[in-house]
């Protein structure tokens, strides 16, 4: 406490106002195989947070029969009713990204220079950057222009016969035309641009400091034909040889007025740059789909101003990110879409110069284009070339990224063939960095998972991937695990034999309050192929608790007409009669059924866990009310471990349960129930072990399964009171 030792008014502030967490009893965790997206436990990737269904096919891609299992399908048909999904997608160590090699190009250049007898170098008349003009030192009308026709990579024409006049007076200020359309012709990726001067690139090693211009388009198909003319102090233009094209290696040729220059290819088995998407998985391939439409990515180079690439990532056909390379002298391709996955900046591509495959060499990030380029990454060297006189140096060859739409292809989704391979990739692992996949990817609080499933056929030996989720919810106690007898299993025997542990894909029976069983499969037609599909029934039966708690709680039961009506499947597997039913809800046995019923559809008609036990945890809404108010008191009494253990903590304890269990009990979710802390449950050996124990006594109110009428008959004399 604090000491107040002198007069005064003083004010403390306590806060008491405890109250029960609020915590989302519909979280859906779900297990499968996709074609894109983040896989649990790569590159720190846990389970990923979906919300609507088109970010779900945003981030993962549609589904497609050629997908093991059905993870996407459930997820879609989930989603519909609730709006928190966890979606942890599973791959074997096969997955690889899809990629493009994007082609490195030199860009047509002529380097601007003069003779004894015709000086356009720098050092005239006392300027000391950029091209000096003819005429007199106090002359104004003299000047120097370009005549220019440019053709792009695809031989198109992107500058026509125009004309850059560039006056004396404006050589060394940035005001003048001639500066701003001279280096608008300077499209030099990583070039050291200045506005302040004339010309594309001054080579700064050069004791005359000439100038280069250089064309904006890269690649064999590129050209650039510039004629150069000077005027007199009388106005007159003449063409002057003051032109030397810069050829493949960098050197150059006579001197000319007149000429026209092609870009150069770079052999791109030596250097490309190479593209890959951010995750594994034929997803990202480009190809075209059944209503013509186009899917997965592209990289895609625009013929872009200055020092400048235009860079787009195409998915399905759009551009959904556009990037600027080489706006600023910092600013290189590596800056803009990051050469590993910690340094992205795009949510579809890394991106880097390399030899061979993408990961021959590790990337080093460039730091200019302007000079010869060596040890880019790993061996890379792109040369700029040495030529010319002895002593002098012309740099560089103008690498950029040639021009293009680049598809991307080669990815694999990483989902085996083998069934052993799949249930591996499923179940998951712990690794050594801490990272979880699959299954185990669902051992996280953080998630708030309450349901979960890893649905469909196909997707290998089920019993090692039910049996491994219904071992994770055991263990974390945090979620209800649905899961179903595979696809034409065969009658209602041989689903309930399936469920004992008596067939070929299940040895051991089920039983777990933990876990429920659904059965038989439905038929949902799916507009991505427009074909019918069997689903598995546990995608229903998540989906119905999640309908559930949208209009009722937890502790309602997600079955019957009245939250267990399937609207969306138009038949079932295997047709139930009563006797059916009878045998596979009683006598030891816990599948819930699935029923058409003639007028009133298809419905759920069952809410029992695998429990064989008959306790009250046999029902799927006692044991999601358990899960909850776990949930709900850890999240509310945190803040409490570390209190003193003592009379007014135990005290607090109680009044923060109390309310919690009289709201659950006013919503019809408990009959009665009583909340003890205090002496009798914290004896003296257990505070002196620092623990504090709190008993919860709760009467779960019963769903009413079987409602019966008993009607009597009786004579006209008998009395009814």
């Given at each position: 406490?604090?000491?107040?030792v002198?007069?005064?008014?003083?004010?403390?502030?306590?806060?008491?106002?405890d109250?029960?967490?609020?915590?989302?009893?519909?979280?859906?965790?779900?297990?499968?195989?996709?074609?894109r997206?983040?896989?649990?436990?790569?590159n720190?990737?846990?389970?990923?947070?979906?919300?609507?269904?088109?970010?779900?096919?945003?981030?993962?891609g549609?589904?497609s029969?050629?997908i093991?299992?059905?993870?996407?399908?459930?997820?879609?048909?989930?989603?519909?009713?609730?709006?928190?999904m966890?979606?942890?997608?599973?791959?074997?160590?096969?997955?690889?990204?899809?990629?493009?090699?994007?082609?490195?190009?030199?860009c047509?250049?002529?380097?601007?220079?003069?003779t004894d007898?015709?000086?356009?170098?720098?050092?005239?008349?006392?300027?000391?950057?950029?091209?000096?003009?003819?005429?007199?030192?106090?002359?104004?009308?003299?000047?120097?222009?370009?005549?220019?026709?440019?053709?792009?990579?695809?031989?198109?024409?992107?500058?026509?016969?125009?004309?850059?006049?560039?006056?004396?007076?404006?050589?060394?200020?940035?005001?003048?035309e001639?500066?701003?359309?001279?280096?608008?012709?300077?499209?030099?990726?990583g070039?050291?641009?200045?506005?302040?001067?004339?010309?594309?690139?001054?080579?700064?090693?050069?004791a005359?400091?000439?100038?280069?211009?250089?064309?904006?388009?890269?690649?064999?198909?590129?050209?650039?034909?510039?004629?150069?003319?000077?005027?007199?102090?009388?106005?007159?233009?003449?063409?002057?040889?003051?032109?030397?094209?810069?050829?493949?290696?960098?050197?150059?040729?006579?001197?000319?007025?007149?000429?026209?220059?092609?870009?150069?290819?770079?052999?791109?088995?030596?250097?490309a740059?190479?593209?890959?998407?951010?995750?594994?998985?034929?997803?990202?391939?480009?190809?075209?789909?059944t209503?013509?439409?186009?899917?997965?990515?592209s990289?895609e180079?625009?013929?872009n101003?200055?020092?400048?690439?235009?860079?787009n990532?195409?998915?399905?056909?759009?551009?959904?990110?556009?990037?600027?390379?080489?706006?600023?002298?910092s600013?290189?391709?590596?800056?803009?879409?990051?050469?590993?996955?910690?340094?992205?900046?795009?949510?579809?591509?890394?991106?880097?110069?390399?030899t061979?495959?993408?990961?021959?060499v590790?990337?080093t990030a460039?730091?200019?284009?302007?000079?010869?380029?060596?040890?880019?990454?790993g061996?890379?060297?792109?040369?700029?070339?040495?030529?010319?006189?002895?002593?002098e140096?012309?740099?560089?060859?103008?690498?950029?990224?040639v021009?293009?739409?680049?598809?991307?292809?080669?990815?694999?989704?990483?989902?085996?063939t083998?069934?052993?391979?799949v249930?591996?990739?499923?179940?998951?692992?712990?690794?050594?960095?801490?990272?979880?996949?699959?299954?185990?990817?669902?051992?996280?609080?953080?998630?708030?998972?309450s349901?979960?499933?890893?649905?469909?056929p196909?997707?290998?030996?089920?019993q090692?991937?039910?049996?491994?989720?219904?071992?994770?919810?055991?263990?974390?106690?945090?979620?209800l695990?649905?899961?179903?007898?595979?696809?034409?299993?065969?009658?209602?025997?041989d689903?309930?034999?399936?469920?004992?542990?008596?067939?070929?894909?299940?040895?051991?029976?089920?039983?777990?309050?933990?876990?429920?069983i659904?059965?038989?499969?439905?038929?949902?037609?799916?507009?991505?192929?427009?074909?019918?599909?069997?689903?598995?029934?546990?995608?229903?039966?998540v989906?119905?608790?999640?309908?559930?708690?949208?209009?009722?709680?937890?502790?309602?039961?997600?079955?019957?007409?009245v939250?267990?009506?399937?609207?969306?499947?138009?038949?079932?597997?295997?047709?139930?009669?009563?006797?059916?039913?009878?045998?596979?809800?009683?006598?030891?046995?816990?599948?819930?059924?699935?029923?058409?019923?003639?007028?009133?559809g298809?419905?759920?008609?069952g809410?029992?866990?695998?429990?064989?036990?008959?306790t009250?945890?046999?029902?799927?809404?006692?044991?999601?009310?358990?899960?909850?108010?776990?949930?709900?008191?850890?999240?509310?009494?945190?803040?409490?471990?570390f209190?003193?253990?003592?009379?007014?903590?135990?005290?607090r304890?109680?009044?923060?349960?109390?309310?919690?269990?009289a709201?659950?009990?006013?919503?019809?979710?408990?009959?009665?129930?009583?909340?003890?802390?205090?002496?009798?449950?914290?004896?003296?050996?257990?505070?002196?072990?620092?623990?504090?124990?709190?008993?919860?006594?709760?009467k779960?109110?019963?769903?009413?399964e079987?409602?019966?009428f008993?009607?009597?008959l009786?004579s006209?004399?008998?009395?009814?009171?």
């Amino acid at each position: 406490m604090p000491n107040y030792v002198s007069p005064g008014v003083y004010v403390i502030e306590k806060d008491i106002s405890d109250y029960p967490a609020q915590v989302n009893s519909s979280v859906v965790g779900i297990v499968g195989f996709a074609d894109r997206g983040p896989i649990a436990g790569l590159n720190n990737n846990k389970a990923t947070l979906i919300t609507s269904q088109q970010q779900l096919i945003d981030t993962f891609g549609e589904p497609s029969e050629a997908i093991k299992g059905q993870a996407l399908e459930g997820a879609l048909e989930i989603l519909e009713a609730t709006n928190s999904m966890r979606f942890i997608r599973v791959a074997s160590d096969d997955a690889v990204e899809a990629s493009a090699a994007v082609q490195l190009g030199g860009c047509p250049a002529f380097l601007v220079s003069g003779t004894d007898s015709n000086p356009l170098l720098a050092g005239v008349g006392g300027v000391t950057t950029g091209i000096k003009a003819l005429g007199s030192a106090d002359s104004d009308t003299s000047g120097v222009r370009f005549i220019v026709t440019a053709y792009d990579h695809a031989r198109t024409k992107i500058v026509d016969n125009k004309t850059y006049t560039i006056p004396r007076n404006t050589i060394s200020v940035s005001a003048s035309e001639g500066a701003t359309t001279i280096q608008a012709l300077s499209k030099v990726m990583g070039g050291s641009l200045d506005a302040d001067k004339v010309g594309a690139f001054a080579d700064a090693n050069t004791a005359d400091a000439s100038s280069f211009i250089v064309g904006l388009a890269a690649g064999g198909l590129a050209t650039l034909d510039v004629q150069m003319q000077v005027q007199d102090d009388a106005g007159a233009w003449a063409n002057v040889a003051g032109l030397e094209p810069v050829t493949q290696l960098g050197a150059k040729d006579t001197a000319t007025a007149d000429a026209i220059v092609s870009g150069t290819s770079i052999d791109t088995t030596t250097v490309a740059y190479q593209t890959k998407s951010l995750f594994p998985g034929a997803g990202y391939n480009t190809g075209t789909k059944t209503d013509g439409s186009t899917s997965g990515i592209s990289f895609e180079v625009l013929v872009n101003g200055g020092a400048n690439t235009g860079l787009n990532v195409n998915d399905l056909g759009v551009a959904n990110e556009t990037f600027v390379a080489g706006a600023t002298s910092s600013s290189f391709l590596e800056d803009q879409l990051g050469t590993t996955y910690e340094a992205r900046t795009s949510d579809y591509i890394t991106a880097n110069f390399v030899t061979g495959t993408y990961t021959d060499v590790t990337p080093t990030a460039l730091t200019s284009f302007e000079k010869q380029a060596t040890d880019l990454v790993g061996s890379v060297t792109i040369e700029g070339g040495q030529g010319g006189a002895t002593g002098e140096t012309v740099n560089p060859r103008f690498v950029k990224l040639v021009q293009g739409t680049y598809n991307f292809a080669g990815g694999d989704s990483g989902i085996p063939t083998s069934d052993s391979d799949v249930a591996t990739a499923v179940i998951g692992e712990t690794k050594s960095d801490g990272g979880k996949t699959g299954i185990e990817a669902l051992d996280d609080p953080i998630l708030n998972v309450s349901i979960a499933l890893a649905p469909g056929p196909g997707v290998g030996d089920i019993q090692a991937i039910q049996n491994g989720l219904i071992t994770v919810a055991e263990r974390t106690t945090d979620f209800l695990a649905a899961v179903s007898p595979p696809y034409a299993v065969g009658t209602t025997g041989d689903a309930i034999n399936w469920s004992n542990g008596f067939a070929t894909s299940r040895t051991t029976a089920i039983n777990s309050s933990y876990a429920a069983i659904y059965w038989p499969w439905v038929k949902v037609f799916q507009v991505f192929d427009g074909k019918d599909r069997w689903l598995a029934p546990e995608i229903y039966g998540v989906r119905q608790m999640g309908v559930t708690d949208s209009v009722a709680f937890p502790w309602f039961a997600p079955a019957g007409f009245v939250r267990g009506r399937l609207t969306k499947p138009t038949d079932i597997e295997v047709v139930l009669n009563q006797g059916d039913r009878d045998s596979m809800y009683s006598g030891g046995n816990a599948i819930n059924p699935i029923v058409n019923f003639p007028q009133n559809g298809i419905a759920i008609f069952g809410q029992r866990t695998s429990q064989r036990q008959p306790t009250a945890l046999d029902r799927i809404n006692v044991r999601r009310m358990m899960i909850y108010l776990k949930k709900v008191i850890l999240a509310s009494t945190q803040r409490l471990v570390f209190e003193p253990n003592d009379r007014f903590t135990w005290a607090r304890v109680q009044d923060l349960i109390n309310p919690l269990l009289a709201d659950i009990s006013n919503n019809r979710g408990i009959t009665e129930f009583k909340v003890v802390c205090d002496e009798t449950t914290n004896t003296p050996i257990r505070v002196d072990r620092n623990e504090m124990w709190c008993k919860v006594l709760i009467k779960p109110t019963k769903t009413a399964e079987m409602v019966i009428f008993e009607l009597n008959l009786t004579s006209q004399s008998a009395q009814i009171s």
